[in-house]
Antibody, heavy 119, light 110 residues
Framework: EVQLVESGGGLVQPGGSLRLSCAAS????????MNWVRQAPGKGLEWVSY????????YYADSVKGRFTISRDNAKNSLYLQMNSLRAEDTAVYYC????????????WGQGTLVTVSS | SYELTQPPSVSVSPGQTARITCSGD??????AYWYQQKPGQAPVLVIY???ERPSGIPERFSGSSSGTTVTLTISGVQAEDEADYYC?????????????FGGGTKLTVL
């Protein structure tokens, strides 16, 4: 069974940093592209970042470029999101999501981890 | 910039047909995908590549495409279908790639 389990969320002050993790199981993690997607409270879904299966290709949304860093450790079946210079508008539930082999869509999502940026 | 536009809300009575639209200039060239999200839960894929239905998704869910608009149709709506629905596509122009979501549509079953 495919499982994606996020962790690392919490309360952080503006300007602070946080590192999210996503533990993958039930599939060959190293074969799949992965993304982070977030959802602010009461708002819609927003794509955050993409990483290729090998980690060699990375993309970011303009809203997080220069502040967030996506990475992965295929030996540990884990995906990460390092978030620096956090702002109030980064407050959201952060989901890791697996990109399907057959197209640019997500076939599995984690349950999400809440990041709250507030003083 | 690449945008997808959805109506904020759609309301139908049980047993009726719900249609949720998603408009975007790039949709004639890119596939669209649909997700269902219930409160407190992660999104679930209900339609991929405009009209394909993943295994385990009820047959009452279908998708179609015409020009710059894609449509999610739920036939014979049930109370359990009340949820937020998001369309999604991808912008793969040049050397950059990004995923784009519509603003979401809240489906209310009256």
């Amino acid at each position: 069974e495919v499982q994606l389990v996020e962790s690392g969320g919490g309360l952080v002050q503006p300007g602070g940093s946080l590192r999210l993790s996503c533990a993958a199981s039930g599939f060959t993690f190293s074969s799949y592209e992965m993304n982070w997607v977030r959802q602010a409270p009461g708002k819609g879904l927003e794509w955050v970042s993409y990483i290729s299966s090998s980690g060699s290709t990375i993309y970011y949304a303009d809203s997080v470029k220069g502040r967030f860093t996506i990475s992965r450790d295929n030996a540990k079946n884990s995906l990460y999101l390092q978030m620096n210079s956090l702002r109030a508008e980064d407050t959201a539930v952060y989901y890791c999501a697996r990109v399907s082999f057959s197209g640019s869509y997500y076939d599995y999502w984690g349950q999400g981890t809440l990041v709250t940026v507030s003083s | 910039s690449y945008e997808l536009t959805q109506p904020p809300s759609v309301s139908v009575s049980p047993g009726q047909t719900a249609r949720i639209t998603c408009s975007g200039d790039a949709l004639p060239k890119q596939y669209a995908y649909w997700y269902q999200q219930k409160p407190g839960q992660a999104p679930v894929l209900v339609i991929y590549k405009d009209s394909e239905r993943p295994s385990g998704i009820p047959e009452r869910f279908s998708g179609s495409s015409s020009g710059t608009t894609v449509t999610l149709t739920i036939s014979g709506v049930q109370a359990e279908d009340e949820a937020d629905y998001y369309c999604q596509s991808a912008d793969s122009s040049g050397t950059y790639r990004k995923w784009v979501f519509g603003g979401g549509t809240k489906l209310t079953v009256l």
